[in-house]
């Protein structure tokens, strides 16, 4: 009689198991395309989803109040529209399978708030806009990405 469990898992040396098949299991760990592609990605997605929010926003409100002035209701919509776009951006890093994807997200859209408020809130309703804020979130999430794996290794 032996001495070991029956629901134990063999040790794959052991059991016959092909070694190609155990590395691609190990190496099926990290995102599926290289990483900077992803950021890029979703960073451009996430920026288009952002600008497109707020242009429906100002939209529905121009039909509801005849003014693309929203009042009282701007600051909330605006809120809604950055929570929705972090909360997507961080579901699309997780299922890559990204290294932290809600800090990525959440850096990275703040990041790119910050730039906008900052230097771009002049030309906020100008057409280039579109162009820019996509492009300047993926960079946003490339420098989120960085940042975060500082602090992981800071944390180490």
């Not at 001495?3 to 052991?14: M, R, S, V």
């Amino acid at each position: 009689m032996s001495d070991e469990k029956p629901d134990a898992d063999p040790d794959p040396d052991e059991a016959g198991a092909d070694p190609e098949y155990v590395e691609s299991a190990e190496e099926g760990e990290g995102p599926p395309l290289p990483g900077v592609l992803v950021l890029g990605v979703v960073g451009v997605l996430a920026g288009f989803l952002l600008v497109g929010l707020v242009w429906g926003s100002e939209r529905g409100c121009d039909r509801v109040r005849d003014s693309p002035n929203c009042g009282a209701a701007g600051f909330p919509l605006l809120v809604l529209a950055v929570v929705v776009t972090v909360v997507l951006a961080a579901v699309a890093l997780g299922r890559l399978r990204m290294p932290h994807p809600k800090l990525v997200a959440f850096l990275g859209v703040g990041f790119m708030l910050l730039v906008v408020l900052a230097f771009l809130s002049d030309d906020l309703f100008s057409t280039w806009t579109l162009l820019v804020v996509p492009v300047l979130t993926a960079i946003t999430f490339l420098l989120a990405h960085l940042i975060a794996g500082r602090l992981e290794r800071a944390d180490a």
